[in-house]
Each structure stands twice: as C-alpha cells, then as structure tokens.
C-alpha cells in the first residue's frame, strides 16, 4: 500500500502563485505514474498532469502546461505542482495520485489507473 498526503494549498490573491506537495510512504518503491488532479465545487474531478516514476515524461492537460509545473523528487518521495497566474476558476480540491503499473516511462491520464489518492489540498483563489 501507499499512502498519499498533500500540502501547500490555501487562499491566494489572483495572479499570485502556490507550490503543492504530496509526500509518499509506504511502499514507494512500487510507485510509478503520479500525478495531479482537482476537483471544482460541484464539478467532477479532472486531470491536471502527470509524471513517469524517472521523471523524464510529463503529460499536462490542455490549458495548463503554460501555468503549472510538476516535478518529483524520489528520494524524498514528494511529488510537487508548481502553480502561477492562478485565477478564480483555479479554485478547487487538489489531489495526487499514484500508481504502481507501468514502467519508469510511464505516465497515466486517467483516474481509473492511480489506486492511491491523497486526501486533497484546498486551494481558494480570491482577492
């Protein structure tokens, strides 16, 4: 099992910035994809991006790649999103996921393929 725990989320003024982490244990050698997702007051969750376990691919969904980052450190298994001109629509409930298929290439998209979820951070953008 792995277990997930973000951090770093709160209330920003827009056009400001955030950095979110998400701290593994547990069985972290087994994780491979992680990645990023929100959740919206009444919407779905969504896909933000994602990374392979080395770190040398990243899949961001459309609309993002231009404001966030993600990066990885495995040794000290944290997972970060590094976020800037953040606006209203970017309030949500920011999750990390893990899997633990694939390769070290790998990165996954969609929610079905990451067992381990976070709690979620809040991230409320107002001024």
């Known amino acids: 099992q792995v277990q997930l725990v973000e951090s770093g989320g709160g209330l920003v003024q827009p056009g400001g910035s955030l950095r979110l982490a998400c701290v593994a244990s547990?069985?972290?050698?087994?994780?491979?994809?992680m990645g990023w997702f929100r959740q919206a007051p009444g919407k779905e969750r969504t896909f933000l991006v994602g990374?392979?376990?080395?770190?040398?691919?990243?899949f961001y969904a459309d609309g993002v790649r231009d404001r966030f980052a993600i990066s990885r450190d495995n040794a000290n298994n944290t997972l970060f999103l590094r976020m800037s001109g953040l606006d209203a629509e970017d309030t949500a409930l920011y999750f990390c996921?893990?899997?633990?298929?694939?390769?070290?290439?790998?990165?996954?998209?969609?929610?079905?393929?990451?067992?381990?979820w976070g709690q979620g951070t809040q991230v409320t953008v107002s001024s």
């Open positions: 996921a893990a899997s633990d298929s694939g390769s070290s290439w790998t990165v996954y998209e969609h929610q079905r393929l990451y067992p381990y």
């Open positions: 547990g069985r972290t050698n087994s994780i491979t994809s």
């Open positions: 990374i392979s376990k080395n770190g040398g691919s990243t």
